[in-house]
């Protein structure tokens, strides 16, 4: 099977997402979330209020903003900006008025600079990631020319993801998010894993056939594991769809997350890491 006949498309194929986010990301940004821009999460359980315009009433009467407000059950999520204890208490009063049997079940504020923090720890995480694993690849690989393209492929799928964040904000309103920063680490160890396998087996093949040229044996090696790759991703991918459709609404934006990378991850341990890789040896 000549997979790697269709390089040029792959890098068609890449080229395009990684332009549409870049487009998406310079047109439209993201959508933060207290996580990131700071505010305060309230989440309240209201046995007896049933329409979410009652509790966007109260906020409005009492001159505060909605950023967001998410249904539940019987309980309501949700955001705005950050109030004092003044000002909660009065909101806690009114709606009781509505609902007497109103109760707490969560009450978070996050300031900017813990925000901005969060950002800084996760670029770092990411950096350090990628730099352990461009060591350990071109080390156990005797050939840093895998830990390259592991690496790239890796940015390849996480820098895509953000884009489908970008245009998911704003045509759907996802936010940014801690969620969303563990679903990005998550995929960078997806991404690298079906790759590493993928590696292993051409550097297998090399040494039994060491005459093979670089190509023959990528697409050796890419035939005989992207079958057990992607039933491998399957499984997950069925998992993940049923957490979007029937998964609530805290966690649906994270699943759809993990579920953009393991998709991307699935991609590029092919269509990106190995096209790379022969692209470092023909250069070589």
Known sequence: MNIMK????????????????IFSIAKWGFKTSIDFAGGTIWEIKTPNITEQSKIEDVFKSNDLSINSINKTGDSFLIKFANIDQEKKVALTEAIKKIDNDTSDLRFETLGPVLGKELLQKTIVAIILSCLALFIFIGRRFN???????????MLHDSFILIGCFSLLGHFFGAELDSLFVTALLTTLSASVHDTVVTFDRIRELKRQNFKLDWVNLANQAVSEVIVRSINNSMTIIFMLLSLVILGGSTTRWFSVALLIGVICGTYSSTAVAIPLVLFWKRKK
């Open 143 to 153: 050939d840093f020319s895998f830990g390259i393209s592991a690496i790239l492929a």
């Open 6 to 21: 269709f390089r040029p498309l792959f890098y068609l194929i890449s080229s395009l997402l990684i332009g549409l986010s």
